[in-house]
């Protein structure tokens, strides 16, 4: 299996990933007709979404997030916003090329997370959260699928003058969510803010 398709109509910014990432030493295809990728990169300002398969797993990149439609987010496991920083790529590129969930992404296990009226549950057991982090985890669920900017949060925390505050929060989210074995569920969004996964159905 082929490791990474690139997929866009912009052939100098595609050209620019595709060396990028062959100087990674993964092997890349662009605009792929056919075949099996383990990673599908999407512009996702110029390109045509391909027909839904549930092996592919997508990054995205734009300019406009909020111009997307639900159909590119929810494709899409993480989305870079322009002006991209290939630093950024290349992490997120390693992170996902070097697990199980990649190799097997029909096969990975999707983690469940509910709200109820006792407080959110996951994978059937319930959240121990503090009030704050109960509060930012609400957030981030009544917009899952989004990006909620930093500065919502910071202003939910009561401290707009400190953005490393909701930057603490996330990461200790993260610890409860993310337990062992659990797929990711919290994205940062680089410069931008942070996206709480939506569940995929079959």
């Known amino acids: 299996m082929n490791d990474i398709a690139i997929c ?20 890349v295809t662009r605009e792929p007709n056919g075949g099996s990728f383990r990673l599908w990169i999407m512009d996702l300002d110029t390109c045509t979404i391909p027909e839904h398969r549930s092996d592919r797993i997508c990054l995205g990149i ?27 790529l290349r992490e997120e ?29 996951l994978d059937g057991e319930p959240l121990v959260l503090t009030e704050t982090e109960h509060t930012v985890l ?22 707009e003058t400190n953005a490393k505050l909701a930057d603490v ?11 062992s074995g659990t797929p990711r569920m919290l994205f940062t969004v680089r410069g931008l803010g942070y996206r709480l996964e939506r569940e995929r159905h079959s």
């Not at 734009?62 to 950024?88: K, V, W, Y």
């Open 93 to 121: 590129v390693a992170l996902i090329l070097s697990t199980e969930m990649a190799i097997s992404p029909s096969r990975s296990p999707q983690a469940h997370l509910r709200l109820t009226e006792r407080g959110f549950v």
């Open 169 to 179: 929060y996330i990461c200790l989210l993260r610890k409860k969510l993310e337990v």
């Open 62 to 88: 734009t300019e406009n997030e909020a111009a997307l439609s639900d159909e590119q987010r929810g494709l899409c496991r993480h989305i870079f916003p322009r002006p991209l920083h290939m630093e950024h």
């Open 138 to 159: 609400q957030a981030l669920y009544d917009q899952r699928g989004q990006t909620v900017p930093r500065d919502t949060l910071c202003r939910l925390l009561g401290n």
């Open 8 to 27: 866009g109509k912009n052939t100098r910014f595609c050209r620019m990933l595709e060396l990028e990432l062959r100087a990674a030493g993964y092997s």
